[in-house]
């Protein structure tokens, strides 16, 4: 159960990055993450 809670980490730092490379997004984004 440990290792997926690591993936999930992994998977929410990508989206960040996403969302920051990509200002356009941030918007849409922001709602999604509260």
């Given at each position: 159960?440990?290792?997926?809670?690591?993936?999930?980490?992994?998977?929410?730092?990508?989206?960040?990055?996403?969302?920051?490379?990509?200002?356009?997004?941030a918007?849409?984004?922001?709602?999604?993450?509260?």
């Amino acid at each position: 159960m440990g290792h997926s809670g690591s993936h999930i980490s992994q998977l929410m730092q990508r989206f960040v990055i996403n969302k920051a490379l990509k200002p356009s997004c941030a918007g849409a984004g922001h709602n999604l993450t509260g």
